[in-house]
């Protein structure tokens, strides 16, 4: 199962509707979580546990969250001398290379999953993620 | 002295290294999963770094996104607690070729002791009394003489398992042949070696352990032992310090086999010798575990010793640290694991703690990663708590942890609570009539 927008929206429109706290949907080796806290009514958070960067979807933030798959120094580029492998405004296809998450000297290309562009960069080239924090967010057209 | 230590685990063991550091003037790293974001020791330590998802192949035995979070905050060392990668020789090799120190014996101790053939070869060569037993059984009809060899019953054990996984009890020939096969798939599932071996069968032995710390300076200290005869399944539930089985002679006589032993193998860190006691009251080697153990804090309480504070000192390279040359057990303590299980049938019972209120007063001490309005998951060990009381006699250590489980409340999930209850109202308990068939034999 590759969960695509439209159905994770679908999912988030049924958890709504239906007023539901909490969905859970299990397939092959993917598992997604949708939950709210029954106080905060309109804002259901996304957890998912794919091998691949996750997706994190807000209503009220256009796009989705690229994630790091690991824990480690987040790089911009592949060298220092090099060009980012994205800017702001950039569009992307499944396959890019959007940055490098450096682990155990390590240098783990992380690409794109989708078809998009490339809204906000999130974090500060050089600087520390954990596994989970968002990277890139990417709006789609 | 570290600055920084990154503490590799999760749960009460997390906490228990967390506060020896913090006590230390140590800052501490946590690590955790995705689920173990509100974890306790994520919420403790001084910085927290999320490695990976719920599956702990992907985030506690993850042993890159581990080193890599020691990079990335600049951690000195590392303790892996016991459990997950604290018997992995790679990951302590791992840890030196970046230039982290790995707190506990050397990769090459933990491979001495990790395979059950081998240690059992090495501490007979180092002149421990060895449980007899076979060379590994190659095929069905070795396995076959071998065991006849031996003599029935047997018990065939799994020379990568320990801890109590990986055994059956054999009291036949064509039971023998009935398992063996799929003892020997069942063991390269487990632990990725399928090598078996049989170990002459004890009837109703008694676990007695000793606890031993050794510094880079040659020093090695036996700090007495624990019997930890009360288990389900092979796996240990009620732990005691002293054995009320070993007279004062063969306590101090096994305590300098012992320390000549592990003397020669220039043992570094804490570590546990598992023995079994025979009816007779003689003791053979069961396995070394080159860890720091569950039990470990009825030891500390006998002996006024912080155990795990003396294996930060040593993996800094300084000498072991004792409050008196010779220590004694100074009264008795015992420690209860409780559980998050059904407590008729032992199943697992995850879920939210909804209240929590653990035992106090003078001599209970608790060592638990939970807290109310926490959601135990599913993912990981079930242990809750230890319960762990030390009082002059064994007698008053009994009646202070019936009052305290008595006060104990855990709501919201099950525990084993009420079996623990049963255990010290038993008189064969009460009287010290214990073995490992405990709760086979009284069904308390």
Known sequence: ?141 | MFEKVLIANRGEIALRVLRSCHERGVRTVAVHSEIDTEALHTRLADEAICIGPDDPRRSYLNIPAIIAAAEITGADAIHPGYGFLAENPEFAETCAQCGLKFIGPTPGQIRQWGDKVKSRALARSLGLPVLEGTELATNMDDAVDKATALGFPVVLKASGGGGGRGMHVIQTEEQLRAVFQAARSEARAAFGNEELYFEKLIERPRHVEFQILGDEHGNIHVLGERDCSIQRRHQKIIEEAPSIALSDELRSDMASTIRRAMKETGYVSAGTLEFLMDETGSLTFLEMNPRIQVEHPVTELVMGIDLVAEQIRIAEGLPIELPAPNLAPRGHAIECRINAEDPDTFAPSPGTITEFHMAGGTGVRVDSGVYGGWRVPPHYDPLVAKLIVHGPTRAHAIAKMRRSLAETIIGGIRTNIPLHRRILEHPAFEEGRISTRFLDEFSP
Do not use: H
């Open chain 1, 1 to 141: 199962m590759k969960l695509n927008w439209d159905q994770l929206r679908e999912l988030i429109q049924l958890l709504d509707e239906a007023n539901l706290t909490e969905i859970e949907v299990k397939q092959d080796d993917q598992r997604i979580r949708l939950r709210r806290e029954p106080a905060a009514a309109q804002a259901p958070s996304v957890a998912t546990d794919p091998a691949e960067p996750a997706a994190t979807a807000e209503p009220q933030t256009k796009g989705i969250f690229v994630t790091s798959p690991f824990v480690g120094t987040f790089y911009r580029a592949a060298s220092p001398d090099d060009d980012a492998f994205v800017e702001v405004g950039d569009r992307i296809a499944p396959g890019a290379v959007l940055c490098i998450v450096e682990a155990m000297k390590l240098m783990n290309e992380i690409e794109a999953e989708i078809e998009g562009e490339i809204a906000e960069i999130l974090v500060e080239n050089g600087k520390p993620v954990e596994y989970g924090d968002r990277l890139f967010r990417i709006e789609i057209a």
